[in-house]
């Protein structure tokens, strides 16, 4: 997917559009760094497609998806009888990847004893497998990624600083969704088009009253939860408009005042989703799924903010106004959302 399909006109996403273009071309490493669910997954193949690696394999891990025990392995693989339940030979992710791209989402979560491990393959572009002591060589680029402050982890010793400065040769920082209101507009028709499609249905305009609110709320999920409130509404609808049930949360964006903060506005939509769940976190009905973030990313959100039983929620639903009509799909061809890529 080359960059110039992506979705966004925003000065911040231009910016990032030209990162991409500068560092596609060469085989340096890349960290991407953004909140959750700004889209870094997405970001790392549109690098990859732009390579001249484009036509090898993109793989894909996420570090902090798989336990330690077995993370080593998922990496780097293992002979056979290397430990109890290995009984084949399997290759790892880095094999998986050779004269591809390998990205590796929540870098951050990279158990300390398997970091020297990975400093080598980075360093001498070998690795021995579990069980083995044969060198494995690759020829691999390595896209890291991760919403944690990996120069700060590093100050704890919580993360080896000479693999942050071999991972961090390109730092590409991904713009929070609230600061790129001018692109929520057509990432919403692009999101509404492919839902509609996706679930057999004909929606071709947005209210214009929602798009307003879509524009102002301040999306502490990103467009992850960006993409979760549309499928919503598009399961929802029964006509050609979208139907949007806007929380209190959200409504209560277009009241928001001047003075008020963006860490009291992002207090205040977790807080009043925390009410709507009955202060259910987890689940496929609690807060966590509906504001489209990890449990475990809400929780410390929670922590950071002081948010508890006796926060407040307040606000008013609003009514649907008079519509715009969703451009056809011409209008944006694939798009940076393109497929369920979060990072």
Not at 166 to 188: G, K, W
């Amino acid at each position: 997917m080359p960059a110039t399909d992506l979705i966004g006109s925003s000065a911040k996403f231009q910016a990032v559009l030209n990162a991409i273009n500068l560092v596609a071309p060469v085989d340096s490493a890349v960290l991407i760094q953004g909140e959750t669910g700004t889209g870094k997954e997405a970001i790392a193949r549109a690098i990859h497609q732009a390579s001249r690696r484009s036509q090898n394999r993109f793989v894909a891990l996420n570090c902090a998806a798989i336990p330690g025990a077995l993370l080593e392995s998922e990496l780097f693989g293992h002979e056979r009888g290397a430990f109890t339940g290995a009984v084949t030979e399997t290759a790892g992710r880095f094999q998986a990847a050779d004269r591809g791209t390998l990205f590796l989402d929540e870098i951050g979560e990279l158990p300390l004893e398997l970091q020297p491990k990975l400093l080598r393959v980075l360093q001498e572009r070998e690795f021995e497998r579990l069980g083995s002591g044969r060198a494995v060589q690759v020829d691999v680029r390595i896209i890291a990624a991760t919403n944690r402050d990996l120069a700060r982890m590093v100050e704890e010793r919580q993360f080896r600083a000479d693999l942050y400065f071999r991972l961090n040769v390109y730092p590409l920082t991904l713009p929070p969704l609230r600061e790129r209101a001018d692109d929520i507009q057509p990432l919403a028709e692009h999101f509404v088009r492919r839902l509609a499609h996706r679930l057999g249905k004909s929606i071709d305009a947005i209210p214009d009253e929602v798009m307003r609110v879509l524009k102002r709320h301040q999306w502490p999920g990103n467009i992850r939860e960006l993409e979760n409130v549309l499928e919503r509404a598009v399961i929802m609808t029964k006509g050609p408009v979208l139907h949007v049930q806007l929380d209190q949360s959200m409504a209560r964006n277009t009241q928001f005042r001047s003075g008020s903060t963006l860490v009291d506005a992002r207090r205040q939509h977790i807080t009043a989703t925390l009410h709507k769940t009955n202060w259910v976190v987890g689940g496929p009905h609690g807060a966590a799924a509906r504001l489209g973030l990890p449990r475990s990313t809400l929780m410390a959100m929670m922590k950071r903010l002081g948010i508890d039983r006796d926060a407040p929620a307040q606000g008013t639903e609003q009514p649907n106004q008079p519509f715009t009509t969703i451009p056809p799909q011409s209008a944006h061809p694939s798009g940076w959302f393109q497929r369920p890529a979060w990072a």
